[in-house]
């Protein structure tokens, strides 16, 4: 029986073991040493239920596909460093990202409709090259630094310098950071 929520008992209720279950146990946080104890003591699992497994310091809910998700600690996304030195075109699997620009020629940076809506690329200028940013295939709306259009490009011009491309709507993306038109 998944967890029942919340009952205000009253005084002289007879407390069955349908109440127990349902409103106490699978709604505690149980405690077991790892996922194999977990397993033999629950079986199949209920969506809600929640578990500390000690020997990963864990906390773990059940959800609707008899799966455990880990909701503590909680998996912060990484920040993987592509580190180019010609002109490039940013690949679905930049998004929240970072394009790292080393290299004393100039490079272009091109960034199609490849991210989410919300997700980003960060552009990081380490050398003396200058990098100029532009829309690639399948953007529609481009900005950034006071002007806009698809034809526009954008340049981070000094060294130490960086730009987010950020997603902020359907095919629309603004260009944000140390940089000009």
Same mark, same amino acid.
């Given at each position: ?87 490039? /075109?940013?690949? @679905? *699997? ?8 080393? !290299? =004393? %020629?100039?490079?272009? #940076? $091109? ?20 990098? /100029?940013?532009? @829309? *690639? ?8 630094? !006071? =002007? %806009?259009?698809?034809? #526009? $490009? ?28």
């Amino acid at each position: 029986m998944s967890g029942l929520g919340r009952k205000v008992f009253t005084a002289g209720e007879v407390l069955t073991s349908d109440n127990v279950q349902g409103y106490l146990q699978d709604q505690a946080v149980m405690v077991f040493a790892g996922t194999a104890s977990r397993g033999s003591f629950i079986g199949t699992a209920t969506e809600g239920m929640v578990t500390y497994l000690s020997d990963v310091n864990e906390i773990q809910v059940a959800t609707a596909t008899n799966t455990w998700a880990t909701v503590f600690p909680v998996s912060l996304p990484t920040t993987a460093v592509n580190s180019i030195t010609t002109a490039y /075109t940013a690949v @679905a *699997g930049d998004e929240n990202d970072t394009i790292y620009v080393s !290299g =004393t %020629a100039a490079v272009t #940076v $091109t960034v199609p409709d490849i991210l989410s809506v919300g997700g980003r690329v960060d552009i990081f200028r380490n050398a003396g090259g200058t990098v /100029t940013i532009a @829309a *690639g295939t399948g953007v529609t709306d481009w900005g950034g630094a !006071g =002007t %806009a259009g698809t034809a #526009v $490009t954008f340049k981070i011009d000094q060294t130490y310098n960086a730009a987010t491309v950020l997603k902020v709507a359907a095919n629309t993306y603004r260009v944000v950071g140390k940089i000009t038109a």
